[in-house]
């Protein structure tokens, strides 16, 4: 069941998207608005809509038969397809236009501080970054798209804005405190697209966002330069490399100061060599963790250690 609330005019009206008898249509400024027997109402056009904002780079992926990703229009599911879609095993290497000659403008979501990057941590991927930000700061639309999925998510991700782009990447908005658009609602780089917060599973208000192909994540610092708040080039090779997860890009060699980092304990370490091989002390990592230095180290756990 989809929500949608949509000014038109002067005028608000909600819908509710049901399998009901079309008993009206009405020719809008939006669009042709089908009205049904229960009141609510959709687009001709969103309801026709096969998700399909690059179908160039879709016939292109589809060449290799064997992958047989997908990209559904669901509005009602984050993730839309990420149990069929298995980027790793991605064979060529697709050149994906970040921006061109229609849809050519970019703009950072919010200008602040980056407090947790893309990678390993605690123990679990993190797939996006983290910006800093006060409650209530508005947040922005990166790239011209369309909404796919704006409610909130029982996941972890609270309040949560999804965009489809034309460029074939969809980006994730988290924790918002308010949401400013609704599913199949066009919007442009730099749109108004909700409140920055803390909702969900978040420690303090903060923007996570992500960047996804067919659903997979990739390291936002690929594509964005979150220092200059520009993109890294209009172009994009996506290979299978690019989602192994958990190591910076090449052009990010240092974590910025304040950035949390972890290391992935591993056979025969012992704090002592953990601390030598990150230039810190043992009594600095008790203290990052919350342990002893008489503490069992189990393989595979997670050690923070800057």
């Not at 095993?89 to 947790?116: A, E, Q, R, Y």
């Amino acid at each position: 069941m989809l929500k949608l609330t949509i000014a038109i005019g002067v005028f608000i009206i909600s819908s509710l998207s049901f399998s009901q008898e079309i008993i009206d249509t009405l020719d809008t400024d939006n669009g042709t608005m089908l009205v049904y027997s229960n009141r609510t109402w959709e687009y001709l056009e969103d309801k026709e809509f096969d998700g399909l904002l690059n179908p160039e780079l879709h016939e292109f992926i589809l060449r290799d038969s064997s992958l047989n990703y997908i990209c559904p229009w669901d509005t009602d599911i984050c993730y839309s397809s990420n149990k069929t879609n298995d980027l790793t095993k991605l064979k060529d290497t697709l050149w994906l236009c970040v921006v061109d000659t229609t849809h050519n403008n970019f703009v950072i979501p919010f200008d602040g501080k980056i407090t947790s990057r893309y990678g390993y941590r605690r123990g679990r991927y993190h797939n996006g970054i983290d910006i800093d930000l006060r409650t209530g700061d508005t947040v922005v639309s990166a790239f011209n798209g369309k909404v796919r999925y704006a409610k909130y998510n029982d996941a972890g991700f609270g309040n949560l804005v999804v965009i489809r782009h034309y460029n074939g990447l969809e980006t994730f908005y988290a924790h918002l405190s308010d949401i400013n658009v609704v599913a199949n609602q066009e919007v442009k780089a730099g749109d108004f697209i909700g409140l920055g917060g803390n909702t969900g599973h978040s420690h303090g208000s903060h923007l996570h966002f992500e960047t996804r192909f067919y659903d997979a994540p990739m390291n936002p610092e690929e594509i964005i330069d979150f220092k200059k708040k520009v993109i890294r080039s209009e172009n994009l090779f996506v290979h299978s490399g690019l989602f192994r997860p958990g190591a910076l890009p090449s052009h990010v060699a240092d974590p910025a100061p304040g950035t949390a980092v972890y290391y992935r304990i591993r056979g025969g370490d012992t704090l002592s060599n953990i601390a030598r091989k990150h230039r810190t002390s043992i009594s600095t990592l008790c203290q990052l963790n919350n342990i002893r230095p008489t503490t069992t180290l189990h393989i595979g756990r997670s050690l923070r250690v800057q």
